[in-house]
């Protein structure tokens, strides 16, 4: 790279950023032409806008970091569909109205176009747009439709806008590398029409399905996987176990993913509630798992998981808790972890989310997961981890615990550094503590007392993320 291009990098780059993602996120009518903002910014020099001068190369740079930024800013998108978020404008599109020489860099790009949103009630020549412009790229498709109500317009089944989306999916589905189903409604047309159609290029799966399907209709459940079973690294399933898989298709369909490597299970996608018996598989690639139960769970949900999977090479372990309703919902798990043979001893990074947790959950945990080194706590619950670590009969939990993650700096300040002492004392020191998402509280005289504080005391490195 040439050192004019890494100065344009520097000194552009971050400002065209955020100015982009800042004029995506206004509302049609008060959106300003982007020209205009940069003369606000006064991005200019002898009296031509800096941006006037801007290589495609970086130009190109600075379209993707806008895109990926404003699409972060966008996560939960597939699982609100708010109709705001539905019509946000399109940073791609709005990219393409500042001027034609941004139009012509922008339709020269055509990954810039393969992120496809299904939804109903929707402009077809949009969608039309996005797969004319991604020029065969492989695509990232999402078929969302948990607000639409067919109450009184008849079966969702035949609804002209639920088929043409049907037929879109299946008529693109070769092309695909990430595709992500979420409906409140049956979708039967969708489900039969990948009993006869591959997806060789599918890598991430997301399935979000509804009550009312039935088990003999679940996308998963075909004999012969419409996905190639030895690409798909990521599988999300979100559902409850009354319209769930079977722990035998369960098994089945992870004993045929090779290549996984990240599961994430939702709710209670699995129906181990009305079997008995339950198949173990093992994941000989799977890195990252993440459980995140729902309100109301079956007591043998989760100790089932526990013990049907196996995992050899499993790393990172995150268990949200915030969604269960009550300590009852997971007393069965704290029981089995307190008792049983460490589910998954390669495990090194636990996230633990939860509203609360009691000393018995910490004890289960401690000893499940003895050989972890990082541990990331909520921001609920970060007091009762740093009392419990600290307190005589348990300052040996987690031997090999090295790094903690806290969500927030509202904590005890007094705790953290009783726990670093305790820790250092027993020969186990924490050698790093993270604050996520604090950037901003890092340059505070308050909070930057406390870390002196603290240096003085143990050699600990506090950081922010």
């Known amino acids: 790279m040439s050192d004019d291009l890494n100065w344009w990098i520097r000194i552009i780059t971050p400002e065209c950023v955020a100015v982009t993602q800042e004029l995506a996120r206004l509302s049609g009518k008060t959106k300003r032409p982007l020209c205009h903002i940069m003369d606000a910014q006064a991005l200019t020099y002898g009296g031509v806008s800096y941006i006037s ?9 600075i379209f993707v970091e806008t895109v990926k930024g404003t699409s972060r800013t966008d996560e939960d998108y597939s699982s609100s569909c708010t109709l705001t978020s539905r019509l946000r404008p399109r940073p791609e599109l709005v990219l393409t109205s500042v001027s034609q020489h941004w139009r012509t860099v922008a339709l020269g790009m055509p990954f810039l176009w393969t992120e496809i949103r299904l939804f109903l009630r ?34 969702s089944e035949f609804d002209p806008d639920y088929l043409r989306i049907c037929r879109i999916i299946l008529s693109h ?14 979708f039967p047309k969708l489900l039969d029409g990948m009993k006869r159609i591959k997806a060789p290029m599918l890598e991430e799966l997301m399935v979000h399905h509804p009550l009312n399907i039935p088990n003999s209709k679940h996308l998963l459940f075909t004999e012969d996987l419409f996905l190639s079973a030895d690409r798909l690294t990521m599988l999300t399933l979100n559902g409850l176990w009354v319209s769930g898989l079977s722990p035998e298709n369960f098994s089945n369909l992870l004993s045929h993913l090779t290549s996984l490597t990240q599961l994430t299970l939702i709710g209670e996608p699995v129906d181990y509630v009305r079997s008995r018996d339950i198949p173990v598989v093992e994941i000989p690639l799977l890195q990252t798992m993440v459980l995140k139960p729902g309100p109301n769970i079956s007591r043998s949900y989760l100790p089932t998981i526990f013990r049907t999977i196996r995992a050899p090479a499993l790393r990172e372990l995150v268990l949200d808790f915030h969604t269960a309703t009550s300590p009852r919902d997971l007393q069965s798990l704290v029981d089995k972890l307190k008792r049983g043979t460490p589910p998954f001893p390669s495990v090194r990074l636990l996230t633990l989310c939860s509203k609360s947790m ?51 700096v509202q904590f005890e300040w007094s705790l953290l550094l009783q726990l670093l002492q305790v820790r250092e004392a027993a020969g186990m020191p924490v050698r790093e503590v993270k604050m996520r998402g604090c950037k901003k509280h890092a340059q505070s005289e308050l909070v930057g007392k406390l870390v002196a504080s603290l240096a003085t005391y143990t050699p600990v490195v506090i950081g922010w993320t």
């Open 358 to 408: 009691a000393y018995d959950g910490w004890h289960a945990l401690a000893n499940a997961f003895s050989g972890i080194t990082t541990l990331s706590v909520s921001k609920c619950i970060m007091n009762q981890l740093m009392g419990f670590l600290s307190c005589a009969g348990r300052r040996d939990a987690f031997p090999n615990l090295r790094t903690l993650l806290f969500d927030d």
């Open 53 to 61: 001068f801007i290589p495609n190369e970086l130009l190109e740079m």
């Open 122 to 155: 929707q402009n077809v020549d949009l969608v039309n747009l996005y797969l004319t412009r991604s020029q065969g790229q492989l695509l990232d498709m999402r078929f969302t439709g948990i607000h639409c109500d067919f109450q009184s317009q008849g079966s």
């Open 173 to 186: 589905v070769h092309v695909c590398r990430r595709l992500e189903v979420h409906g409140a409604f049956p």
